[in-house]
């Protein structure tokens, strides 16, 4: 009798703690839009020494979510949407050239948010609700989860039928200041 007693209170306090942790755990904490902006500005080899510098450079690029950028406001799904939007613009308009193995906005946002630290399955959804290519998204998430905690690098590609080595094409300017080849055009989500 006794025996059953203690399970029963242990099995009642196993309980109360697992319900006690289910309803007192929040959301992730999520990851800063100065993080995204790092990694981004990383993936499109503009300066990202610091959160500051990364929002400047892509500014300047034409790269502005609605809203503006905090860097020091979380990195929620709206943001990710916006800033998926902001890069599929400044891609049609030319003022990127996203390395030719992730040469999407979809794809592009999508690693740069992983790789921050958003998990991918925030990282894809908002890529898709805000009209990106949900299939590209999930190649660029996977992508950011490989290299989180590392530099965000674009991966080293073969160069595009007329582009340079380094994997820039489409006639922008690569990083470093070398001129892109004429091979193609940066292919959009859309």
Do not use: C, H
């Amino acid at each position: 009798m006794k025996a059953k007693r203690y399970a029963w209170v242990g099995s009642m306090v196993f309980i109360f703690v697992v319900g006690a942790l289910i309803l007192t755990s929040g959301p992730a904490v999520a990851q800063t839009q100065g993080e995204v902006a790092v990694r981004l500005a990383a993936l499109l080899g503009l300066d990202s020494t610091s959160a500051d510098r990364a929002v400047a450079a892509l500014t300047a690029a034409g790269i502005v979510p609605a809203g503006g950028w905090n860097a020091a406001a979380p990195a929620t799904q709206a943001f990710i949407g916006a800033v998926y939007t902001a890069v599929n613009n400044a891609a049609a308009a030319g003022t990127i050239t996203p390395p030719a193995a992730m040469n999407n906005a979809s794809a592009l946002v999508a690693a740069a948010a992983t790789a921050a630290g958003v998990t991918s399955t925030v990282a894809v959804n908002a890529v898709a609700a805000a009209g990106g290519n949900t299939g590209q998204a999930a190649t660029g998430a996977s992508f950011g989860v490989a290299v989180a905690g590392a530099p965000a690098a674009a991966p080293a590609a073969a160069p595009a039928a007329g582009g340079v080595p380094g994997g820039y094409a489409g006639g922008g300017a690569a990083p470093g200041g070398g001129a892109g080849g004429g091979g193609g055009a940066v292919s959009r989500s859309r």
